[in-house]
């Protein structure tokens, strides 16, 4: 299982970024994927879950209404859309792959697999 995350970087608050996982190693159209992210001084953090398919998405209450989690099956990549981005968003941000292909959970312990993450930094 390989999964490599792209697209962070520097955002002003307001702003928005594309992060997208490139995965392999793996059947990725039959599995649930996500994201999490950690903080300076914080734990890793579930932020977001979609179903194989892509139809049912799951999203941490601080972040309903301003990130996307999308896929691509036919490029094997995963995506968060992040807007109207505030300073509380400021982590390291990983791509998981579902312990259980069939569930997209909402704990970290639901993912087996990690990327190395992109950092995302917002701030004036």
């Known amino acids: 299982v390989q999964l490599v995350e792209s697209g962070g970087g520097l955002a002003q608050p307001g702003g928005s970024l594309r992060l997208s996982c490139a995965a392999s190693?793996?059947?990725?159209?039959?599995?649930?994927m996500g994201w999490a992210r950690q903080a300076p001084g914080k734990e890793l953090e579930w932020v977001a879950g979609i179903s194989g398919g892509g139809r049912f998405a799951y999203y941490l209450d601080s972040v309903k209404g301003r990130f996307t989690i999308s896929r691509d099956n036919a490029k094997n990549t995963l995506y968060l859309q992040m807007n109207s981005l505030n300073p509380e968003d400021t982590a390291h941000y990983y791509c998981g792959k579902a312990r259980n292909s069939g569930y997209a959970g909402t704990q970290i312990t639901d993912y087996n697999y990690w990327g190395q993450g992109t950092q995302v930094t917002v701030s004036s």
């Open positions: 190693g793996f059947a990725f159209d039959n599995c649930a």
